[in-house]
């Protein structure tokens, strides 16, 4: 058997050099990180003639892969002179309603639905029910409003700014758009050819 005091001793002397040791190593790194010259966000400074620590970008910048096509007021606010816009920012192509035609199944489909009726898996489980994308209220709202409601949120409606690009935005809004056009064309925008299997489906 080992006496206790005798195993002990060294033990506790390790430990004691360790400790040390730690103390040396956070010590070293508090003063580092803690000295650095910084402002924090709004702080005033006397470097800048204008007096503000927080800078603009360089006159002329353009963002980085977001729009620079047309007035960036109306591509990332969804509005024009303050008012929500009732066109979109440039012409609007089958690749882009495809591309909202993805985003929307992504990002609104489970509370919308696949069709905008409002009947999304999550609503099945207990979420709010939102509005018909249908309904005549919601269909005749600007495209600057859709663009306003899926940056900022309405109601309980999440926020989705953050997350889908602005770009990704107009393309859900044109698709939505298309959604709405489904059930609103008159048979005369159908092809003759098309018009016939319409015929043999209609109730
Ligand atoms: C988590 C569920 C959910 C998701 C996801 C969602 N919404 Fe909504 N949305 C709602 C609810 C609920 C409302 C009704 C909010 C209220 O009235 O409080 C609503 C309202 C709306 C409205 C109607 C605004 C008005 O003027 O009445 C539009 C348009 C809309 N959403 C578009 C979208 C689009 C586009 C997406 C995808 C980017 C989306 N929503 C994603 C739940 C959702």
Not at 10 to 31: D, I, N, Y
Request: hydrophobic residues 35%; glycine residues 10%.
């Amino acid at each position: 058997m080992r006496s206790s005091a005798n195993s002990r001793k060294p033990f506790a002397g390790r430990w004691m050099l360790a400790s040390v040791g730690l103390l040396l190593v956070c010590a070293g790194c508090r003063l580092d990180m803690h000295t650095q010259p910084r402002y924090n966000p709004y702080d005033p400074t006397d470097f800048f003639n204008d007096g503000q620590s927080a800078r603009l970008p360089v006159a002329g910048t353009m963002p980085r892969g977001e729009l620079t096509l047309g007035p960036q007021e109306l591509i990332f606010t969804g509005k024009l002179n303050g008012q929500p816009s009732e066109a979109f920012p440039y012409p609007v192509t089958k690749e882009i309603v495809e591309r909202g035609r993805e985003r929307f199944n992504i990002f609104c489909a489970p509370c919308h639905g696949l069709s905008g009726d409002g009947d999304g898996m999550i609503v099945q489980r207990g979420f709010r029910r939102p509005p018909s994308l249908h309904e005549d209220r919601v269909r005749t709202e600007p495209v600057g409003h859709y663009f306003d409601v899926i940056t900022n949120g309405f109601g309980v409606m999440y926020a989705y700014g953050y997350r889908v690009p602005a770009r990704d935005r107009w393309a859900i809004i044109a698709y939505v758009r298309a959604l709405q056009l489904s059930r609103q064309a008159p048979i005369a925008d159908v092809p003759d050819a098309e018009r016939e299997k319409l015929a043999g489906k209609s109730k």
